[in-house]
């Protein structure tokens, strides 16, 4: 099956940093945008940063100067540096991916959770 699996979320205390992955295993198609979004307990799922295959990028307010979004095309592989990291930050973080048919993927999730 064609699926996104993202990798390297886990337990981190405030200020600590994580590097979240996420690969297109078994992809057919080419990938257009890449983005990450997450999700807390009791909210909705939000845009965290988005990508596009040129290397534009765009991230939520409350992550700006903290999270950077890169991608690998060669490897169809997108990666979240996530820095000075806040309780706030707790969250399953899900890889998103549109292809250039405009077909949208979503990975499984990873958690990040962030101590005080």
């Known amino acids: 099956q064609v699926q996104l699996v993202e990798s390297g979320g886990g337990l981190v205390q405030a200020g600590g940093s994580l590097r979240l992955s996420c690969a297109a295993s078994?992809?057919?198609?080419?990938?257009?945008?890449m983005a990450w979004y997450r999700q807390a307990p009791g909210k909705q799922r939000e845009l965290v940063a988005v990508i596009t295959r040129s290397g534009n990028t765009n991230s939520a307010d409350s992550v700006k100067g903290r999270f950077t979004i890169s991608r690998d095309n060669a490897k169809n592989t997108v990666y979240l540096q996530m820095n000075s990291l806040k309780p706030e930050d707790t969250a399953v973080y899900y890889c998103?991916?549109?292809?250039?048919?405009?077909?949208?993927?979503w990975g499984q999730g990873t958690q990040v959770t962030v101590s005080s």
């Open positions: 078994g992809s057919i198609f080419s990938i257009n945008t």
């Open positions: 998103n991916a549109q292809t250039m048919a405009r077909v949208t993927l």
